[in-house]
């Protein structure tokens, strides 16, 4: 069974830092790329980065550049997603899915919700003094 897991995410004050991981059982991550995705409340899904499956192509939404870093760790089974610098609008659920094969689909530099799948229940990040 084919299954993503977001762990990591919590409280923290403006200026803070997370660490998020996305967990994959039931299937080797290093076949697909993988995505991180973010929906605040009234607000649709929106994506965050990207991160092909030969690790040589990362994406960001201009939003979150130069503040997160996507990783992976195929040995582990994990991909994670380092934010540093927080914002009150970093405030969100976020969500990890797997691309349709091993590269990220991006406009431009964001990742495209519909053209993931296997997304999984979300971890709560909230940004707040």
């Known amino acids: 069974q084919v299954q993503l897991v977001e762990s990591g995410g919590g409280l923290v004050q403006p200026g803070g830092s997370l660490r998020l991981s996305c967990t994959a059982s039931g299937f080797p991550l290093n076949v697909y790329a993988i995505g991180w995705f973010r929906q605040a409340p009234g607000k649709e899904r929106e994506g965050v980065s990207c991160i092909s499956s030969s690790e040589d192509s990362t994406y960001y939404a201009d939003s979150v550049k130069g503040r997160f870093t996507i990783s992976r760790d195929d040995a582990k089974n994990i991909v994670y997603l380092q934010m540093n610098g927080l914002k009150p609008e970093d405030t969100a659920v976020y969500y990890c899915?797997?691309?349709?094969?091993?590269?990220?689909?991006?406009?431009?530099?964001?990742?495209?919700?519909?053209?993931?799948?296997?997304y999984g229940q979300g971890t709560q990040v909230t940004v707040s003094s």
């Open positions: 899915a797997t691309s349709l094969d091993s590269l990220c689909v991006v406009y431009p530099t964001e990742p495209v919700p519909l053209n993931y799948d296997y």
